[in-house]
């Protein structure tokens, strides 16, 4: 850990920030004098309860819980000396670091997010393939919002207007929050966040943020860092932004694309595409064909609330269903026009509200499975794959009943995983189910 104290002396840090993603996404964690961090790294004294790895996106916990112990007892964390960098929003110097749970006989917390994709990754390494992965968010920056029964707004920007049309593209309108946004990049220079391309999407006041591409697990916590970072600048500027997939009635929903190759460990070459004639390789058929078969079934990772299903609709730039095709962005699985070294596929499924470490590891858990098993592809799809049938669950109840049922994913992301997910994701439907919604009181109080 000298590297950590290192970097602690050298920015003269004063407080430390010890995150874990939990099974939403939401960085949870302690913060410690920086001395004191120091000292509880001997003898894993940096302890937190095991049950925060199951705690619900709305705070409480589920009671047929199988996979803590009922003790709720604690487990210990290491923080991963790569991930350490400065907090650049504070006024006291503050550092943050990722940590990874671990049982005290030092077998790792099964069922926490990073340690997750560390599995799935690690299957990989034993192939001799490298995956590398790119990611790409839509958030919506929407007026600060107070009272949950009423509806979001499109912020006010700087020309004193609210924004009421479709601005696909439109350079003009991200620039009305460009003080917003010159920030956004301050910040994550400042953490070596390496994003890439800012774009205004389809939706009211929606972006796009791109990521330039590397290995899984350091992408994924790139993610994980940003969507904090871009919150925080928001409310700097006295907006929201928010990742829910469908925050807007009558708006297109947010996504996070995951674009995903494979490259040889020592030479770097892409695995996906011939070196010379450019072509598809049988590794690259079998990896969209596993995506194809088994991402119906591990959808909880890729939409993983009840609102997630809402952007999943025919014509709304979003996918109904995983057929493939190139340079077509209505199906699921869209291949980009490119060369032998970018050969890639584009998972169009996941929602920006999932939790990136989570949607990564699933989304190669699929490919993984149909490149061991040796799957075939459909043929890939010419024009609208919206006039092909709805394929893909179209609630989070369907997604679940097909997740927990599906061995070889429980093979290649463990089961205990598969039951904590199966449990947190059951209470929050039940806390769900108790909510009346302001449709049902508009058309059935008086009319049923």
Not at 82 to 94: D, G, H, S
Not at 132 to 150: G, K, P, R
Not at 243 to 255: H, I, L, N, V
Not at 390 to 395: F, G, V, W
Request: aromatic share 10%.
């Amino acid at each position: 850990m000298s590297s950590i104290a290192e970097f602690l002396k050298e920015h003269r840090i004063e407080e430390v920030e010890c995150l874990v993603p939990d099974m939403a996404g939401i960085a949870r964690g302690k913060i410690l004098p920086a001395h004191k961090f120091l000292k509880q790294l001997d003898g894993n004294a940096l302890r937190i309860p095991e049950s925060i790895f199951v705690q619900t996106v709305n705070g409480s916990y589920p009671e047929d819980d199988k996979v803590t112990d009922p003790a709720t007892s604690d487990v210990y964390l290491v923080p991963d000396v790569e991930t350490v960098r400065v907090v650049p929003w504070y006024t006291e110097p503050t550092a943050q670091v990722i940590c990874d749970p671990y049982y005290f006989d030092g077998s790792p917390v099964p069922f926490a997010s990073r340690h997750v994709l560390k599995r799935v990754v690690s299957l990989f390494e034993a192939k001799n393939w490298v995956p590398i992965v790119a990611a790409e968010l839509e958030f919506y920056l929407v007026e600060i919002n107070e009272d949950a029964d009423y509806p979001l707004r499109p912020p006010i920007g700087r020309s004193g207007r609210r924004e009421t049309s479709r601005q696909a593209y439109g350079v003009d309108a991200v620039n009305e929050f460009d003080p917003m946004f010159e920030e956004v990049y301050d910040f994550c220079e400042a953490q070596n966040i390496d994003i890439d391309t800012l774009a205004h999407e389809a939706g009211a006041a929606q972006m796009e943020m791109n990521f330039n591409h590397g290995e899984a697990l350091a992408q994924a916590d790139q993610a994980f860092l940003f969507k904090r970072t871009v919150r925080e600048a928001g409310l700097r500027h006295k907006v929201y932004a928010t990742f829910m997939a469908k925050p807007m009635q009558g708006e297109p929903g947010s996504s996070m694309h995951v674009h995903q190759s494979l490259v040889d460990p020592q030479t770097r070459r892409n695995l996906f595409a011939t070196p010379r004639a450019g072509k598809d390789t049988s590794l690259f058929l079998s990896y969209v064909a596993g995506l194809q078969r088994y991402l119906p079934a591990a959808m909880p990772l890729f939409a993983p609330n009840v609102n997630s299903y809402r952007r999943l609709m025919p014509n709304t730039d979003a996918p109904i269903n995983t057929h493939w095709g190139y340079d077509n962005r209505t199906v699921g699985l869209r291949v980009p026009r490119s060369g032998p070294a970018g050969r890639r596929v584009e998972n169009r499924v996941a929602g920006a509200d999932a939790n990136p470490y989570l949607a990564l590891a699933g989304t190669l858990a699929c490919g993984y499975l149909g490149m061991t098993q040796r799957l075939k592809p459909r043929q890939p799809i010419v024009g609208s794959a919206y006039r092909l049938a709805h394929t893909l669950p179209r609630t989070l109840y369907d997604a679940l009943n097909r997740f927990t049922s599906s061995r070889p994913l429980k093979e290649v992301l463990g089961e205990t995983f598969i039951d904590a997910v199966e449990a947190v994701k059951d209470a929050e439907l039940n806390a769900y189910q108790e909510v009346i919604s302001s449709w049902e009181r508009e058309h059935l109080l008086l009319n049923v």
